[in-house]
Structures are given as structure tokens and as C-alpha cells.
């Protein structure tokens, strides 16, 4: 009997894979999952071995048909990928290129057969769901949760997570830290929202309630502000023609709606996490100076620098290294890679991001209409682009990689079109 495994599974399975450490590495199965050294170089084997494949047979034209996403934006790629390599060896820190590597190599093994696929939409919306429970359950039984917690993680991470439960300001849940709770509840969001007509079609409004509220329960301001601005976004976009004028309407009546919703249940639930969002989007409202958790400080230091290096920079990752009065990041992405990788560094970066996500934008508008599934993806990959991106204006979406890893996935869905027509398969 002969087995055979075509291109698309083993591309499937380095696509799971790779979202598995994306997501688990920093949940609550990482150390069951990734806990040993045995495991982790058993995940690093197969799935390096997977992407690579998909590497290797992207510029190929096979079976299931050419591959979506090369060889017409392979160089792009290949650009960021240069920055962080060069940046990462002027540093000594060559062994973070493990890391990195599966969010770069991700795009590639993206095949054309997942755009008719609507399960992976339906498994994001999952994953926020249960984020969502986890805080819930941080919230309500605060004893219990830090009492179980040590049994899930260990060293830093526990650490971070007993300093939130101390605060009772962050309810990080199932997650280590309480960014990526926001930033995965937040992908959920958008997924949900997108594919709503396929995926929980009769619930789907009560969810995204849910999905919301557990937004609210991370505390983390900047995420809440941001998956509103992407929702609205992708709104809008959806729109045609004269349809586009009604919306606007629409998203005031959004906006407005969201902001009374949010005084309500501010102050009728008293939640710490609640009450720190709304104090924040009031103030900013009223003011326009929303406190910045002493990232004006890291962003002068940015600054100057980027002024003693401007061209090359001080090295990737390394302001926390060589800024050892705070010892983190900058806080900020565009200001970190502008200190980090210099002019240059920094200019192919944000190419990347602008060609990115006009040219989904381009593509999101000519294909809608043609082939639903695609349009859905491609709406999906501008909705993820935009939050990472915004994301990025006050966390450091590049600098974890985890994160990095889903704005990759979005670029891979991204280039969905650039098959030829004739050849496209969808399900």
C-alpha cells in the first residue's frame, strides 16, 4: 500500500503548527505542550522541516496549482527578513532567529485550497471565546485562580501574572501576559465579525458581546481603542457604492452606542480593568492626554539614540539592553525600529507595512465580488493588518513574536490572488 501526503496537507499542517506556538506558547498548555527541551526540539524539527518544504515548493507549479503567495512578493519578505537577521547579528542574538523564522517562513506555506475553508475563521473566534472565559474566571474567583496558576506557569511569566493579581486591574486569564490575552481576543473580534454569515450565523451578535466585554476585562486601553478603530474599518469597507455614505452614519451610531455602553457598564460593574478604560477614553476625549504609563520617557531615550545612530541604528532588540534604567521596550514600533535599525531599517519596514495593506485593500475590492471565500480572507488579513499595526502605536507587536507570527499569517492571506485565476482551487 503506497501513502502518499500531498503539498496542501503537510502546508496545513506547518500552518497549525506554527498557530499553535503562536497562541499556546504563552497560554496555559505551553508548559505541557513546549515545557521540556525534548518537546520543544521535537516542535522545532517538524515543523522547520514542514516550512521549509513549503518553502521550497512555493515557486513550483503543483498539482493543487501555483503557490498564492510567490514569487511575485517573495522580496518583500526577504527585506524584513534581512533587517532582523543583520539586526539580531549585530547584537549576538542569534539564537532569537529560532523565533523568528516560523513567523517568516509562515506566509509561504498559505495555499490557495484555505480560502474556500471556513474552520480556521471559526477556531480564532474559539480561542478568543475561551481567552474571554479565562479572565472571566481571573475576575470572579480571583483565590482560586492564583492559587491554581503556579500548577500552569513558571518563572517570569508567574512573576508577571501574581504582580496583575495583586493589582486586580488586569485579568489576564489563561494567558501570561495580559497583551495577548487583548490581542487574541481582539483577532477573535474581527474573525467573528467577518465570517458571521458562516460562523456562528445566529449567535454571532450575542459573541461578539461576549468578546467585547472580555476585552474590557484585560484593562488593556490601547487594544480596546484599537480593535474599534479596525472593526469600523473593515465596515466600512464592506460597503459599496452609495452604501458607503449610509455607513459613516452607521459608524457614528457605532461609536457613540459604544461609548455610552461602555459608561454603563463601567459604572454599574465597578470592574477595576473596566473603570481604567473608560477613565482612559473619557480623558483622551476631554483632553486629548490619556496618561502614558511613563512611555514619554522611553521615547525620548528612542530618540536620542536614534540621533547618536541614525543610519544602522543600535542594534534589533537591543533599547531594553542598552537602556538599562528601564530595561523594556519603547513601546511604541515604529519609534523602536527607527532607534534599533535606523533609517534604513526602519524605511523597509514601514514600505512593508503600507505596500502590505494597500495592496490587500486593491485586492480585497476586485476580488470580492468574484469568489466570496477569498474576499472574507482578504477582508480578514486588512482587519488583522490594521489592529497589529495600531497594535504596535503602544505595545510591541514586532518584539513578540507571537504576535509577529499572526500579522505574518495575514500577510500569507494577503497575497491569496497571486495565483493565477484559472488555476485557483476553493472548497
Sequence with gaps: MKFQVSNTKLKRIAVFLVLLYAIGTRSIIARYVFGTRVQLLAFYIITYFLLFWGLFTAFTFIKEGPHLYAPKKFFSVLLISLVIIIGLFVTNDTYTLLYYGLAL??????????????????????????????????YIFPTIYAAIIPYFFSGYSLHSLQWLIGERTFFPGFFSQVNYTAFFIGLA?????????????????FWLLFLAFGMLLTGKRGAFVYVIVAFVFVYFLEGEGREKFKRIISIAAILIGAYILLYIVA???SIPSIERIFDAVNDFLLNGTPEDSGREQLHQQAWTYFFQHPFFGIGWDNFKEVFTARGTHVHCIYLQLLCETGIVGAVIFYCFFAFSLISTIYSFYRYRNENTAIGMWLEFSIFIQVYFLLFGITENPIYDVEEMILYMYAIGLSNITVASQPSMVTE
Excluded at 480560502?115 to 473566534?125: I, P, Q
Design 105 to 138: 517562513l509562515l506566509p509561504f506555506s498559505i495555499i490557495i485550497n484555505d480560502s474556500g475553508n471556513y474552520s480556521g475563521a471559526k477556531a480564532f473566534t474559539i480561542v478568543g471565546i475561551i481567552a474571554t472565559i479565562g479572565s472571566l474566571l481571573n
Design 189 to 205: 473580534i474581527g474573525s467573528l465579525f467577518i465570517f458571521r454569515k458562516y460562523c456562528f450565523s445566529r449567535s454571532w451578535g
Design 267 to 269: 459604572h454599574v460593574s
